[in-house]
């Protein structure tokens, strides 16, 4: 048996493009496939996603975007974060990737989107000069979409006006948050991630936005035993019995993934939420269970109603950090794709 299992459900994926598509009413949809998919596998969601619709891809890095070229070999596909050398650049130009400049230097025969800073206080120029005729795409990135929407409208507004004598150039500034939520920001196209994986930009239930989680992870009980009134699990004797208990080993750990901080947080263990007791380790975790269990007892870590956003609460984290963390790393977990 394999330690544990990812279950990536392509199905879902692409009713999640539509629910973007259909909220973006006309805009261009591009799949946001950095770090490998959110962890989901970039060229297994990119595929499904151009499948539902998506009209392009977007990467961090030009190694990415040269990975999914091979595949994808006249996808728009978009480099959103900066070449790492003069040779990057020039692999992009030879598969013709598009990437993002976020200064007055366009590199010649690449066509490039230039990044203005509208509030972000990351990449980006402060202000637009005209620009020259490489450039393809006008793009900024919002802060706060999903905490304080009078500042994501303050900036897209100040993008629609930095931008408006060049509505000839594809426009984009919204990602998830913003494609659900506000209108205001669709302009030509719309650089979607998290929502394409059924997760929510707002770490509420994704159900209220009409998403449905892509991955699952289960794993079983490799271990069932009874401590003692006294006895402890684990490193630092974090949990102590206070009555004799048993507890459930799961073989996953934050080598996993499965991070350090999910302690107190709920697994489904045969279908009932069981607490996460203990320190995790790095290749195992402790369940308190109200009974004893077979060995090879089913544990739903993520997905199948658990909610990642509710692990993120507990590790004070976001969606986005817990899945991209996930190893799909063969020696550790399998990864089993499914489609339909
Ligand atoms: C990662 C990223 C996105 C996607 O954001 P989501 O919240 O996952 O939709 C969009 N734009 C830029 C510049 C990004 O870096």
């Given amino acids: 048996m394999h330690r544990s299992e990812l279950n990536i459900d392509l199905a879902a994926l692409r009713r999640n493009a539509r629910t973007l598509l259909h909220a973006l009413a006309g805009s261009e949809l ?12 970039a060229s297994d969601v990119a595929g499904a996603a151009l499948g539902a619709g998506a009209t392009g891809l977007c990467v961090a890095t030009v ?13 728009r596909i978009v480099v959103m974060g900066p070449a790492g050398s003069n040779r990057e650049v020039g692999q992009a130009r030879d598969a013709a990737l598009e990437l993002v400049v976020s200064s007055d230097e366009i590199p010649p025969g690449v066509r490039v989107h ?46 629609r006006n930095a931008t408006a004598a060049y509505t000839h150039l594809t426009r984009h500034i919204a990602h998830s948050a913003a494609a659900l939520r506000y209108p205001s920001s669709r302009f030509d196209a719309a650089r979607c991630g998290i929502a394409l994986y059924g997760l929510s930009p707002f770490g509420t239930d994704p159900g209220e ?9 289960t794993s079983y009980l490799a271990q069932c035993r009874l401590l003692r009134t006294g006895e402890s699990t684990g490193y630092g004797r974090r949990f102590i019995a206070e009555r004799d208990t048993w507890i459930g080993l799961v073989p996953v750990g934050y080598a996993d993934g499965f991070r350090r901080d999910l302690t107190g947080t709920q697994v489904r263990v045969a279908g009932e939420l069981r607490p996460v007791v203990g320190t995790i380790s790095m290749d195992a975790f402790a369940v308190e269970l109200d009974r004893e269990l077979p060995i ?9 109603g658990m909610l990642a956003e509710d692990h993120a609460r507990i590790a004070d984290t976001i969606t986005y950090e817990l899945v991209c963390g996930i190893s799909s790393d063969p020696a550790r977990a399998r990864r089993v794709v499914v489609d339909g």
């Fill in 296 to 304: 090879g007892t089913p544990v739903v870590l993520i997905g199948r």
């Fill in 209 to 217: 936005d009409g998403l449905e989680p892509v991955l699952s992870w």
């Fill in 63 to 75: 190694p990415e975007g040269l990975e999914l070229r091979r595949e994808f070999s006249t996808t």
């Fill in 114 to 159: 230039v990044k203005l800073d509208t509030g972000m206080g990351r990449w980006g120029l402060s202000e637009l000069r005209a620009p020259p005729f490489e450039v393809v795409g006008l793009m900024s990135h919002l802060a706060t979409a999903d905490t304080d929407a009078a500042y994501a409208e303050w900036q897209i507004e100040r993008f």
């Fill in 30 to 41: 591009w799949a946001v496939v950095k770090a490998n998919g959110y962890g989901h596998g």
